[in-house]
Structure formats: structure tokens, C-alpha cells
């Protein structure tokens, strides 16, 4: 590997030089996607700025954007324990745990998304209010749509959770239990920090869809920003102005968190020497 020297005569990397990273990024493919994705979104703000039409839509289906990154959130943080829970359990050497969890996860992933929101909606909500004695209209749709959502998900990241605990090295474990270390130490120093690095990139990505995924609350007229869209269409029939503010607003939420995601990557990245 070619070597140059420090300031202070120390031999360093020409890979970790201070010109490799400019070298690196002037070598590497100019982002097109990119540049097309900012042209259409700029294109749209243009658009908001300039036609009343476009400004109208854009000012109807806004506050939407507040309950869908609310439900996204929500229904996240929720469904990441629960995730990790069910993963661990699919992972236990329980044969009941362990057959609980599967069955869940191949049940909630074998079901389309949207004939789950019914069933939580229709049938799980009013069933429950029963057995807790209350009206089943106390219980908000907003909560009804997150619980869908996190419950839904929670299979998909026992999944990523179950991937990132196989991940870790068996010998870590086995030289943490030769040291004298508890299970549950184990599990919660060693293993688990792993498991959630090698995680996150597939957590990003189940973030990023289940904040596409609330678009389908719409059905139960949750007001996110795609229950806004339709009535707006609906009461004032400009259906192009309407689906592209909507689908614009879709693209740069889903952009930009790809972006971070990408970035956050970068910094979970182990630096390396870059052979020549």
C-alpha cells in the first residue's frame, strides 16, 4: 500500500491522506436521481408559488402533514419494543414462546396492511371496548390507525431484530459466559448493542415505509395528508392539483429520511484502508 509522510515525519495512508476524500468524491458518479428528484420537487414549490390552484391544494392538504409524521412516530416508537420482544421470543429456546412469535410474525406478514386496519378497526376496537365497558367511540380512529400500524410492524422489525441477533459473533457470547457473565448481562451489554447496530439501516427503511403506509388509514378516515387530498378533490374536483401536491409531499418526506438514513449509515460505517 503506498505510504506518504506526516507533517511531523510520521508515515500515514494515502488512502486517509486529507486529498483521499476529495479524490474519492470527484471520482464519483454525479448523483442524476438526485438532481431529477430536487427538479421535481422544486418544480412543485414553483408551482405553490406562482398558481392559486396548486397554492389552494397545498394549503387544504397541509395540516395533514402533522397527523401523518404524528402517526408515524408514534406507531414507530411503539412498535420497535414490541418488535424486539417478538424477535427475542422467536429466538427462545421455549418451544411455546418461540411458536407464539412465529405465528405472529407469519400471520401478520401472510395479511394484506389494509384488510389489517379493518379487522383493528371493525372488529378488534368494538370487541375490546365491550370487554372494557366502554362506548367504542371513545376509542379515537387516530389511535385505532397507530395501533394497526405499530401491531403490523412490530412483525416486520422482529424480523430485523432476529437478523441482527444472529448477526453477533457466537464467540463474543461464548467468551462473555466464560468470563462469568449473566445471560441477561450478556444479552444486554454484548449482544443486543450489536444486534441494534446492525439493525438500524433496516429499521430506517421500515420507518421510511410506514410513514408511506399511513396513507392507507385514509380508509377510516383518519386525516393524514392523503384523507385531506381526497377531500379536497372530492369538494372542489381538482384531482391534478390535488394527487400532485400529494404525491410530491409523499417524495419529499420519503427523500429526505432516505438521505439521513443514508448519512446515518455513513457514520456507522468502520473507517478501513482503501487499497490502491
Known amino acids: 500500500m503506498t505510504q506518504t509522510t506526516a507533517p511531523h515525519g510520521v508515515p500515514l495512508d494515502a488512502s486517509r ?14 448523483q442524476w436521481w438526485l438532481a431529477v428528484m430536487m427538479a421535481i420537487i422544486g418544480w412543485m414549490l414553483f408551482q405553490v408559488i406562482v398558481s392559486d390552484e396548486y397554492r389552494e391544494a397545498w394549503t387544504a392538504i397541509k ?41 405472529y410474525i407469519e400471520f401478520m406478514r401472510g395479511m394484506p396492511m389494509i384488510v389489517w386496519i379493518f379487522i383493528v378497526h371493525n372488529v378488534a376496537t368494538p370487541e375490546i371496548a365491550d370487554l372494557l365497558g366502554i362506548r367504542t367511540r371513545s376509542i379515537p380512529i387516530l389511535y385505532r390507525g397507530a395501533a394497526a400500524l405499530c401491531l403490523f410492524y412490530a412483525a416486520f422489525i422482529a424480523e430485523v431484530f432476529r437478523a441482527g ?16 457473565l449473566s445471560r441477561y448481562r450478556t444479552q444486554r451489554h454484548i449482544v443486543l448493542p450489536q444486534a441494534l447496530r446492525n439493525a438500524l439501516p433496516a429499521l430506517g427503511n421500515d420507518f421510511i415505509a410506514l410513514m408511506k403506509d399511513t396513507s392507507l388509514l385514509s380508509v377510516i378516515a383518519v386525516h393524514e395528508v392523503t384523507q385531506q387530498a381526497r377531500i379536497y378533490s372530492g369538494s372542489s374536483f381538482r384531482f391534478r392539483e390535488a394527487f400532485f401536491v400529494l404525491a410530491v409531499i409523499y417524495v419529499t418526506l420519503t427523500l429526505v429520511l432516505s438521505l439521513l438514513l443514508q448519512w446515518w449509515e455513513r457514520r456507522l460505517e468502520i473507517p478501513g484502508n482503501d487499497e490502491d
Request: net charge positive.
Open 165 to 180: 441477533i444472529q448477526s453477533v459473533d457466537p464467540g463474543q457470547v461464548e467468551a462473555a459466559k466464560a468470563t462469568g
Open 63 to 103: 395540516p395533514g402533514m402533522q397527523t401523518t409524521l404524528y402517526l408515524t412516530v408514534l406507531s414507530f416508537v411503539v412498535a420497535v419494543p414490541l418488535g424486539l420482544i417478538i424477535g427475542m421470543g422467536r429466538l427462545s429456546k421455549n418451544r411455546f414462546l418461540n411458536t407464539i412469535s412465529q405465528v
Open 17 to 30: 491522506s486529507p486529498l483521499a476524500g476529495f479524490r474519492r468524491m470527484r471520482g464519483r458518479e454525479f
